[in-house]
């Protein structure tokens, strides 16, 4: 099973839409962390944010936005007022285990397109 | 700071080749690891370690080796090349397991 799930492959919006991605993550772990990155066209991947399993609440960074509800196991990414250079790839992933001994997790990601 | 470097860039290979993808960082990371990207597959977790000496499987381990002499140096060796290798390489690198990871560039790679 995936321990990842972003169910969205590609989504296409018009500039200014507002457009969320979601991410459902599967563990046993008590103590985990959730992350978000972006891998626009040129290829790199660049981390967006990290939470951890004991800090629900909801995160606002400029446009972007992030909702963790563990009660459905899910970190949704919200793009407010989304713009074409938001046109990337957005992996979810998710690290658990204890202290340093970290395995992660990615899911498929997102492919976002932005329409000017 | 160079951050996280990752040579070749490119690499073509016949199939039963062997080579090594090297990959440091000059952050003082104790956490490695490397990952392929493959269409559709999402970033999966080939090897890393969490110090020097250190290294443990991830979820796609076969086929590759790797060790970990220094902290800053985590290499990826394919020991016999098959074109289900075919994939791009990304290391990557953290404070621990539970931080933010920097990446490589990436290393596209070809198995024919």
């Known amino acids: 099973a995936q321990k990842v799930t972003q169910a969205q492959t590609e989504i296409s919006v018009v500039e200014k839409e507002d457009v969320t991605l979601d991410c459902v993550y599967e563990?046993?772990?008590?103590?985990?962390?959730l992350f978000w990155y972006k891998q626009p066209p040129s290829g790199e991947l660049v981390f967006l944010i990290r939470r951890n399993s004991f800090d629900e609440q909801n995160e606002i960074s400029g446009r972007y936005s992030w909702n963790f509800q563990k009660s459905t196991s899910s970190f949704n990414f919200t793009i407010t007022a989304s713009q074409v250079v938001d046109s990337a790839v957005y992996f979810c992933a998710l690290s658990e285990g204890s202290n340093t001994g970290n395995q992660f997790y990615f899911g498929t990601g997102t492919s976002l397109t932005v329409i000017p | 700071n160079a951050g996280v470097t990752q040579t070749p860039k490119f690499q073509v290979l016949k199939t039963g080749q062997s080579m090594t993808l090297q990959c440091a960082q000059d952050?003082?990371?104790?956490?490695m690891s490397w990952y392929r990207q493959d269409p559709g597959m999402g970033l999966r977790l080939i090897h890393y370690?969490?110090?020097?000496?250190?290294?443990d499987q991830g979820e796609v381990p076969n086929g590759y080796n790797v060790s970990r002499s220094t902290t800053e140096d985590f290499p990826l060796r394919l020991l016999s090349a098959a074109p289900s290798q075919t994939s791009v390489y990304f290391c990557?690198?953290?404070?621990?397991?539970?931080?933010?990871?920097?990446f490589g560039p990436g290393t596209r790679l070809t198995v024919l």
């Open positions: 370690s969490v110090g020097a000496g250190i290294t």
């Open positions: 990557a690198s953290s404070y621990f397991g539970y931080n933010e990871q920097f």
């Open positions: 952050m003082n990371h104790e956490y």
């Open positions: 563990t046993r772990d008590t103590t985990y962390y």
